[in-house]
């Protein structure tokens, strides 16, 4: 009688899912920032993916850069508050993420950027995320990674030494507290042979 109940449970572990976030781990920054991260928290990350892959809209863009227009590198899609995800599994999150973090944060994480490494040559150059909130107040901005694993760096703005994260396969970034004002975040080209990389980032409203 036990075999269907077995069954029910192995089904769960093949499909694309979310772990609790009870385990995340934060470590102190300084300047009261702080960043928690919890490998794995999506299982069957290879599955979200393929179907974000697949299923998002991609775009590229072009930016002004000084008297030039140049291509950002790497390609984008936004999810507003109220826009239908590309996945359930991303409305989950948001919400799982907004439980977690009220009391840092005081409001529902809202939106979804998502980015789509390509290749090694794609990239997101050092910066913070200062539209809106995160310029002058403690904010929350959640990364998931999935496919390729690809350094994600952190260094405090005054200068100084940056923290090296590898996140990919479903791991969590989430980076909170002064962060956006008082460190900055990339990742960076390489030259190496990687696969392609996608990024989710969940932000409160009008945070960018
Ligand atoms: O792709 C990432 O992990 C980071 C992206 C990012 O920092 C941004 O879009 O603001
Ligand atoms: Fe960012």
Not at 86 to 109: F, I, M, S
Not at 114 to 136: E, F, P
Request: net charge neutral; glycine share 10%; charged share 25%.
């Amino acid at each position: 009688m036990t075999v269907p109940i077995q069954a029910s449970i192995l089904d769960q572990a093949d499909e694309i899912g979310l772990g609790p976030l009870g385990t995340v781990e934060r470590t102190q920054l300084g300047d009261g920032a702080w960043v928690d991260l919890l490998p794995n928290w999506v299982a069957c990350a290879q599955e979200l993916f393929e179907s974000l892959y697949r299923a998002v809209p991609w775009h590229a863009e072009r930016r002004r850069m000084y008297d030039s227009m140049v291509d950002v590198p790497r390609l984008l899609a936004f999810y507003d508050e109220h826009d239908p995800m590309p996945h359930p599994v991303l409305e989950r999150a948001r919400a799982q993420l907004t439980a977690y973090y009220a009391r840092d944060l005081g409001e529902p994480l809202c939106t979804a950027g998502l980015c789509l490494y390509r290749d090694g040559g794609d990239s997101v150059a050092w910066h913070g995320d200062t539209v809106g909130r995160g310029a002058q107040e403690d904010t929350v901005v959640a990364i998931v990674a999935l496919g390729a694993q690809r350094p994600f760096l952190l260094r405090p703005r005054g200068g100084g030494s940056s923290l090296r994260y590898a996140i990919g396969h479903g791991d969590l970034l989430v980076m909170g507290g002064s962060c956006q004002r008082t460190w900055e975040h990339a990742v960076p080209k390489t030259s190496k042979r990687v696969g392609p990389r996608i990024s989710i980032q969940f932000r409160p409203r009008d945070v960018r």
